[in-house]
C-alpha cells in the first residue's frame, strides 16, 4: 500500500448514530477511504459488489440478515475483501462463528480510534486481530472443553479430579481464589493451596439451600452472618445434579478485584458448575471420599 493508495473501507451497523461516528474515525485518517455504509447485511454484500472495498467494518447483530452470515457471504465471493468485525459481544459463539465465516478481526465496540485504524491497516495486510477480551473467551472455553472431557475420562477418582481441577482452574479464573465443596461434607480443592478458605462450613451450609449463584459485594451482608470483608467480592455457585433440589456441591470464588465486571464470569462459572456435576454425579454421599 503506497501513501497515494488509500484502503477502501464500507462500514455496516444497524445504527446510524454509530455509522456516523465511525464515518468520522475513517474520514479523518489519510490511510482510509470510507466508500460505502450500509444498514444490513443483505446492503453490506450489495455494497461490496458495488464498490469492491478492501476492508469492511462489520456488525454482527443487524435485522434481515445478521454480521455472521453476511461475512460467511462476502468471504465466498470475494475473498480479497477482508472483513473485521466490529461488536459489543464477547460470546464465544459469536467470535467463533464471526471467524469460521471468514472475518480476518474481531473488534469491540470500545477500541480506540487509533487501535481501530491500526486494526484496519492490519487486516488489510492479511493479519489477524483480536481484542484481548476475545481472545481470552476463546481461550477460557478451550479450557473448558480440556476440563470437561477430562473429567468425563476421570469421573469415577475424586484424586483425579482433584488433580484436573488443580491443573485448569488456575488457567480458567486467574485473578480468583476457588474452592470447590462436595456434600456433604467434602472439601475437594482449595486454590491456591493453604489459603484461607472463603467461607465457613455454615456458608456452604447456606448455599445448600440457595440454588442459583449469588453475588456479594464488599461490605454486603452475608446470609450466614457478617458481612463481606471491605475490598473482596464473593460470588458462590451450587452445582446442580439432575435433582435440582439437592445440590451435589458448590463452588466459592473470591477476588480482590472488586472493579472486574462480573457479567463477564457468570457464563464461564455456569459452565463450569454444568461440567463438575457431570463428575460429581453419585459420588455424593459416599462414604469413600476417596
Not at 480443592?189 to 455454615?202: F, G, K, N, Q, V
Not at 458448590?250 to 463477564?264: A, C, M, P, W
Request: hydrophobic content about 40%; overall charge negative.
Amino acid at each position: 500500500m503506497s501513501n497515494s493508495t488509500p484502503v477502501r473501507v464500507a462500514l455496516v451497523d444497524d445504527h446510524a448514530i454509530v455509522r456516523r461516528g465511525l464515518s468520522a474515525i475513517l474520514n479523518t485518517n489519510e490511510q482510509l477511504q470510507l466508500v460505502g455504509e450500509a444498514g444490513d447485511g443483505q446492503e453490506a454484500i450489495s455494497l461490496c459488489e458495488l464498490a469492491q472495498p478492501d476492508v469492511v467494518l462489520m456488525d454482527l447483530i443487524m435485522p434481515r440478515m445478521d454480521g455472521i452470515e453476511a461475512t460467511r457471504i462476502i468471504h465466498q465471493r470475494w475473498p480479497h475483501i477482508q472483513v473485521l468485525v466490529l461488536t459489543s459481544f464477547t460470546e464465544k459463539e459469536m467470535i467463533q462463528g464471526a471467524l469460521d465465516a471468514g472475518a480476518r478481526g474481531y473488534l469491540l465496540k470500545n477500541v480506540r480510534g487509533r487501535e481501530l485504524v491500526d486494526a484496519i491497516l492490519e487486516v488489510y495486510r492479511g493479519k489477524q486481530t483480536i481484542a484481548q477480551e476475545a481472545r481470552q473467551s476463546l481461550q477460557i472455553s478451550e479450557q473448558l472443553s480440556f476440563l470437561e472431557q477430562e473429567i468425563r475420562e476421570q469421573k469415577t477418582s475424586n484424586g483425579l479430579l482433584r488433580e484436573v481441577l488443580s491443573k485448569r482452574l488456575p488457567a480458567l479464573f486467574p485473578n480468583f481464589q476457588i474452592q470447590v465443596f462436595l456434600y456433604p461434607d467434602q472439601e475437594l480443592i482449595t486454590y491456591p493451596a493453604h489459603s484461607h478458605p472463603p467461607i465457613p462450613e455454615r456458608g456452604w451450609e447456606w448455599m445448600r439451600t440457595a440454588g442459583e449463584l449469588k453475588i456479594f459485594y464488599s461490605g454486603q451482608d452475608l446470609p450466614w452472618g457478617g458481612k463481606q470483608v471491605w475490598g473482596e467480592i464473593l460470588l458462590l455457585k451450587p452445582i446442580q445434579g439432575e435433582d435440582q433440589d439437592k445440590p451435589l456441591g458448590g463452588i466459592s470464588f473470591l477476588s480482590q478485584d472488586v472493579s472486574s465486571d462480573t457479567d463477564d464470569m457468570i457464563e464461564s462459572i455456569n459452565a463450569l458448575a454444568a461440567i463438575l456435576a457431570v463428575g460429581f454425579d453419585g459420588q455424593t454421599d459416599s462414604p469413600n471420599h476417596g
